[in-house]
């Protein structure tokens, strides 16, 4: 009986284990994240070249930034220190925020521009990622998508504006010298859960190009 009782507790432990570790082993690992993303038919952020040329000064982009994106850059940067333009064209939003800010501070560090082609669609996090580029241009008929973040808790608007909680955004919008009025400008444009896919006349108004 007492061993019963014990193999009981020791399955009870373990079930228990799993259960509260799976959420940071899905969203806080980058295995975790890309096995999400396969179950949500979507794709970890990826970069390569056309054709295969790695002497091109410009690499492709698609796919969701994820926990792995800032490792990647910094690898793609070393291994070919000549890229001078990263065109992002399927960049729906990104899995983790932070890894995100760190990436696209890199793109900015390296003096990298970001191009979007005319079939191109960036959004949410990959819009920020976007707005590193030193040089950003957008081709005729490509889509850039905003929306509102919320977290756990509460919807950003749902922040007070004095709220520190909205810093990590107005900060980094500062260091990329996008004028604050676009971040609010997101928070009102849609909910998390929708996105705004912006106007030429707003891309222009918020500085989101640089020609």
Do not use: C
């Amino acid at each position: 009986m007492k061993k019963l009782i014990q193999r009981l507790l020791a399955a009870i432990i373990i079930v228990s284990a799993i259960v509260y570790s799976a959420p940071y082993f899905l969203f806080g690992t980058a295995v975790g994240q890309q096995l999400y993303l396969w179950a949500e038919d979507e794709q970890a952020a990826k970069f390569y070249f056309k054709d295969g040329n790695s002497a091109s000064d410009t690499v492709y982009m698609n796919g969701i930034i994820y926990a792995n994106t800032l490792q990647d850059i910094n690898e793609l940067l070393e291994k070919h220190p000549h890229v001078k333009t990263i065109v992002m064209e399927q960049v729906a939003g990104s899995i983790d925020d932070e890894v995100n800010l760190l990436a696209s501070r890199k793109i900015r560090e390296h003096g990298l521009a970001t191009h979007i082609p005319a079939d191109g669609m960036v959004a949410s996090g990959g819009t920020d990622m976007f707005l590193a580029g030193v040089k950003r241009t957008i081709e005729d008929g490509a889509m850039l998508g905003v929306h509102a973040w919320a977290d756990e808790v509460k919807t950003a608007r749902q922040y007070k504006k004095t709220d520190q909680v909205h810093e990590l955004y107005l900060q980094y919008y500062r260091e990329m010298n996008i004028p604050e009025s676009f971040y609010w400008y997101t928070l009102d444009a849609a909910p998390a859960d929708d996105i705004l896919w912006m106007s030429a006349s707003d891309i222009v108004k918020y500085e989101v190009v640089t020609q």
